[in-house]
């Protein structure tokens, strides 16, 4: 299979940072996405890794270890706006479909 | 900026009723994608096109079929809906395979 693992849940305090872990299979990996996707709403593009290492995007950075199977979303400096649903994506040589974690549902408190 | 439309927000219809949802892209993507989302399920993939009249079953095709006659536009067909296909539905597009996802604001179907 290619089973893409991330919390379920996670909760955080406004101001602070939060990272969310992903974890899949690396056979025939070829690319890792992650989107937001707040309640009710259609999952957005968030950002892109095919090689190892940090991309940094504003408040948000994304990690990826092809070896480890591992990535991991960085928000900083968190903001009420950013409690949503952050959604793991791989995608697959095999197939060429994007497969989907089950997404973390982040809160963010005051 | 990518725009896909999803014919309907809402939709409630009746066990064993015939439903059609549309997707239409406007950027000229080659690939297009029909999803569902359900709580504790995340998103599964029902079936995907490449290019016009071709289609490829995702990981959850049964009960479904699809069409793509136009370049923009694919539609997901429920030949007899039943209650377990009450679902979000996601329609996303891609220029090119492997690349980002474009998504439709997606269309909750209730099926009574």
């Known amino acids: 299979g290619q089973n893409i693992d991330q919390p379920t849940e996670m909760t955080a305090t406004e101001g602070a940072i939060v990272q969310i872990n992903c974890t899949y299979q690396t056979s025939g990996f070829n690319g890792l996405f992650w989107y937001q996707q707040h309640a009710g709403e259609a999952p957005t593009f968030l950002s892109y890794?095919?090689?190892?290492g940090l991309e940094e995007k504003g408040r948000f950075s994304s990690f990826l270890s092809r070896s480890k199977g591992y990535s991991y979303l960085l928000l900083k400096e968190l903001q009420m706006k950013d409690s949503a649903s952050y959604l793991c994506a791989v995608f697959y040589n095999q197939g060429g479909k994007l497969i989907f974690g089950q997404g973390t549902e982040l809160s963010v408190k005051p | 900026d990518v725009k896909v439309t999803q014919s309907s927000r809402y939709l409630v219809k009746r066990t064993g009723e015939k439903v059609f949802l549309e997707c239409v892209q406007d950027?000229?993507?080659?690939?297009m994608f029909w999803y569902r989302q359900d709580p504790g399920l995340g998103l599964r993939l029902i079936y995907f096109?490449?290019?016009?009249?071709?289609?490829e079953k995702g990981d959850i095709p049964e009960g479904y079929s699809v069409s793509r006659e136009k370049k923009e536009r694919f539609s997901l067909i429920l030949e007899s809906a039943s209650t377990n296909q009450t679902s979000m539905y996601l329609c996303?597009?891609?220029?090119?395979?492997?690349?980002?996802?474009?998504f439709g604001p997606g269309t909750r179907l209730l099926v009574l």
């Open positions: 890794n095919v090689l190892d």
């Open positions: 096109s490449y290019d016009v009249k071709m289609k």
């Open positions: 996303a597009s891609t220029e090119g395979r492997g690349e980002t996802q474009y």
């Open positions: 950027m000229d993507h080659e690939n």
